[in-house]
């Protein structure tokens, strides 16, 4: 029943910014913890970031730092991953996460129970 679409991946250089777009078709978002993850070719699949049911709590991968930032529009159903410096390493399709139950934000993919199509990013070097 929980949908999730992401949308706004695509092919970029190195240096360039893209915004990553979730929507989600549920009663109510603000009861659902969020997250992205990505998964590149023969990888396995690696937190990106998350965001707490209200917004105010974020955690991110050392990885992505100060340079990708999760923030959410609860009263458009959005949740948003902004990323600025991309590098080549930041090639991957980039997942959409949510979860209803759990009690805190989460960066296994395990703690999230519904799941994006997903939206390929790549960074040509």
């Known amino acids: 029943q929980v949908q999730l679409v992401e949308s706004g991946g695509g092919l970029v250089q190195v240096g360039d910014s893209l915004k990553l777009s979730c929507a989600a078709n549920?009663?109510?978002?603000?009861?659902?913890?969020c997250g992205w993850f990505r998964q590149a070719p023969g990888k396995e699949r690696e937190f990106v970031a998350a965001?707490?049911?209200?917004?105010?709590?974020?955690e991110h991968a050392n990885s992505v730092r100060d340079r990708f930032t999760i923030f959410r529009d609860n009263s458009k159903n959005l949740v948003h991953l902004q990323m600025n410096s991309l590098k080549p390493e930041d090639t991957a399709v980039y997942y959409c996460?949510?979860?209803?139950?759990?009690?805190?934000?989460?960066?296994?993919?395990?703690?999230?129970?519904?799941w994006g199509q997903g939206t390929q990013v790549t960074v040509s070097s």
């Open positions: 965001i707490s049911r209200d917004g105010h709590m974020t």
């Open positions: 996460a949510a979860d209803l139950v759990s009690l805190r934000i989460g960066v296994r993919p395990e703690d999230y129970e519904y």
């Open positions: 549920v009663r109510t978002f603000s009861s659902y913890l």
